[in-house]
């Protein structure tokens, strides 16, 4: 069976520090796909990161990074110098073909709160 | 450029009383999902579908039904409201299984 596990519930930072985010995920197929969404206190979910089960490159975009260790089964999601606007809901989620089709299944997020 | 539209934003209902939720997208994508989210949790997936005439059972899905007869339409249908059913749902939808989903803006249900 498939699952997604965030550990962390909730995170305080003040402005600046560094955070990181865990994601946990189990699933037995060789081909799958996680994401990155985050839901600002408005409520939309945005889109913030895809990756598939074959390319464990790290990835960095501006202040966010992404570390994805198969060995682990973890996708962790780095903030660097965290700013108020990151405050948010985050959500790890994960996409794998049970029986052909693909369930879209996600974590119960982590809610980062970040100190002015 | 309307994406995924959700219709209504908010609802009371009845205990008892039955609704159906709209959702439509407009980017010719196979897969759509719905998902509630109880307050301060995660996403549950109720229901999917992986094209038109195509649907099967999430993560929660009793006390709900879907239909997909159209590549845009995917309703979601509540039979016989109980209050453990007040959430926000989000109607979303993917090209592939394996690609970014495109979520609506939330149907929020009070049940009482």
Redesign the interface.
């Known amino acids: 069976a498939q699952k997604v596990t965030?550990a962390q519930t909730e995170i305080s930072v003040v402005e600046k520090e560094d955070v990181t985010l865990d994601c946990v995920y189990e699933t037995r197929d060789t081909t799958?796909?996680l994401?990155w969404?985050k839901q600002p206190p408005s409520?939309?979910?945005v889109?913030l990161i895809?990756r598939?089960s074959f390319d464990e490159q790290n990835e960095i975009s501006g202040r966010y990074s992404w570390n994805f260790q198969k060995s682990t089964s973890s996708f962790n999601f780095t903030i660097t110098a965290s700013q108020v606007v990151d405050s948010a809901v985050y959500?790890c989620?994960l996409?794998?073909?049970p029986s052909g089709?693909?369930?879209?299944?996600?974590?119960?997020?982590t809610r980062l709160k970040v100190l002015a | 450029n309307a994406g995924v539209t959700q219709t209504p934003k908010f609802r009371i209902l009845k205990i008892g009383q039955s609704m159906t939720l709209q959702c439509t997208q407009d980017m010719n994508h196979n897969y759509m999902y719905w998902y509630r989210q109880d307050p301060g949790m995660g996403l549950k997936l109720i229901y999917y579908s992986v094209g038109a005439g195509i649907t099967d059972k999430g993560e929660v899905p009793n006390g709900y039904n879907v239909s997909r007869s159209t590549t845009e339409d995917f309703p979601l249908r509540l039979e016989l409201a109980a209050p453990s059913q007040t959430s926000v749902y989000f109607c979303a939808s993917s090209f592939t299984g394996g690609t970014e989903a495109f979520f609506g803006q939330g149907t929020r249900l009070t049940v009482v």
């Open positions: 965030q799958y796909y994401f969404y409520g939309e979910l889109f895809r598939n959500f989620a996409s794998g073909p089709t693909y369930k879209y299944i996600f974590g119960t997020g």
